[in-house]
């Protein structure tokens, strides 16, 4: 079987098909959040709102203990419980577009972040942990890249159910049904993830995830994160990574027609890829030091993201939130907003990829790497939701765009000291961890790297 096969416990397989995982699930929800108001009437938006603000309040509770959770229990069977959520989701717009239920929306909505605080803290070990140090980079992008084919393929179904509707409604119900369907596909890819005990890198050392025994010591575990100045430091930044969504979704939900909406949300999702790419490839440059290279980085994010907030800020001076002319692609003020929206995309994956580049180059234990993503997303969340209720009270759209333009400003100065701190290695925490469990790495110099990765471990130590 597939699953006995060597090739399938390779970081880099595994990581793909948890990239294919949140391809059908979360990468779906992307398109239909991208489509502005749940891809239904612009007119929703406060419900859209709403359940959103439900969402991304009860994805921070969760996500603070999520990383406990998933160190307890195991990442396979969170992943799977937390992609649930997301079919769930869409399924009630479905529901809602045939029988106008306002208050299972919103309840969906508060499951669904209960589900995605465990289903990212489990995504963040895997994606994070797994790979060697010198294609960290490389892996976070490939997940990146294959997480937004999610929100491209779910903007071309919209797209093309889509084509003939030039009115400011919403997407048709079918769009909701292929949704739904492709989320449950997703379910069912992430029960063929192998647990970590299984997995091994390329150089044959296993992934060291060891089991808590106990509640009461993960629940301590994550007290400590709050005790860590560079996660702290952090916080502006964890913040500002989602906050620009409700803002940027109800540009396009209010500025462009349905199709239209279809085709920016597609082209939105494929600057992601391609700016996925380009970051990650820098961030592994092995020509520097792993601490140049993030500074490099840093100063490129601060460029970019800078340049194209001014822009969306002259661009938002031209219209407000009552804008009544939605525009189709024909029309001649679309060329520049498309640009525009684009680019937001492009500045997202940037960041985002960045991010985890960082929290990864900061530790090699899955455990505690499960930790700093559930805080990551946990405090994504709370920037989320309070922005979705910033939106959906309809203050003057320049204030909202200036309100994001300013929160990724300051959180550049903050994000500079945690990565003039780098390390070039964290094999030796690596080590100590390997030992604490009766286990060793193997030969640096790269010799034996054909051995048999099992000689390494005893998998009764792991949790599967």
Not at 115 to 138: D, L, R, T
Request: charged share 10%; aromatic share 14%; with cysteine.
């Amino acid at each position: 079987m597939l699953h006995h096969h060597p090739l399938f416990s390779r970081p880099l397989i595994q990581v793909t098909l948890l990239g294919f995982v949140c391809l059908c699930c979360p990468g779906m929800w992307n398109a239909l959040a991208g489509l502005g108001a749940g891809g239904s009437m612009s007119s929703n938006i406060g419900l859209t709102d709403a359940a959103n603000s439900a969402l991304y309040g009860c994805f921070a509770l969760v996500g603070f203990f999520a990383g406990s959770l998933t160190n307890t229990v195991g990442v396979k069977i969170t992943l799977t419980i937390g992609s649930i959520g997301y079919a769930l989701y869409a399924s009630a717009f479905w529901v809602y577009d045939r029988l106008q239920i306002d208050g299972f929306v919103i309840a969906s909505g508060a499951i669904l972040g209960c589900c995605a605080g465990i289903f990212w803290s489990a995504q963040g070990a895997i994606m994070m942990s797994y790979p060697e140090e010198h294609n960290k980079g490389k892996y976070v992008a490939i997940f990146w890249a294959l997480f937004n084919l999610g929100g491209i393929a779910g903007s071309i179904i919209a797209l093309v159910l889509n084509l003939e509707n030039q009115t400011s409604g919403g997407v048709s119900t079918g769009t909701y049904t292929v949704f739904v369907i492709i989320m449950l596909i997703g379910v069912f890819l992430s029960l063929t993830l192998l647990p970590p005990s299984r997995v091994f890198r390329d150089d044959g050392t296993p992934v060291a995830m060891a089991h808590s025994p106990r509640w009461t010591t993960e629940l301590k575990a994550v007290l400590v994160v709050w005790k860590e100045w560079r996660i702290l430091a952090l916080i502006p930044a964890f913040l500002a990574s989602n906050w620009f969504y409700a803002y940027q979704f109800r540009v396009n939900a209010v500025y462009f027609n349905p199709s239209t909406r279809a085709l920016n949300d597609c082209m939105y999702w494929c600057l992601q890829i391609f700016g996925a790419i380009l970051i990650g490839a820098l961030l592994d440059y092995r020509e520097m030091t792993r601490r140049s290279r993030g500074l490099i980085g840093l100063g490129v994010l601060f460029v970019v993201l800078m340049a194209v907030w001014t822009g969306g800020f002259v661009f938002q001076l031209s219209f407000d939130n009552h804008y009544a002319d939605p525009i189709h692609w024909t029309s001649l003020k679309f060329p520049g907003p498309f640009v525009l929206y684009m680019l937001y995309g492009f500045a997202d994956s940037l960041y985002q990829t960045y991010i985890y580049w960082l929290m990864g180059a900061m530790s090699n234990d899955p455990a505690l790497l499960a930790r700093y993503a559930g805080f990551y997303k946990a405090m994504q969340s709370a920037g989320a939701a309070v922005s979705f209720g910033i939106d959906a009270a309809d203050i003057p759209l320049r204030w909202e765009c200036l309100i994001c333009w300013v929160l990724v400003f300051i959180s550049f100065p903050l994000v500079y000291p945690v990565v003039n701190t780098l390390s070039e290695s964290n094999k030796k925490e690596q080590q100590q961890k390997l030992q604490s469990n009766n286990m060793e790495l193997p030969p640096s110099d790269g010799e034996d790297k054909t051995c048999e990765a099992f000689n390494y471990v005893d998998e009764n130590t792991f949790k599967n």
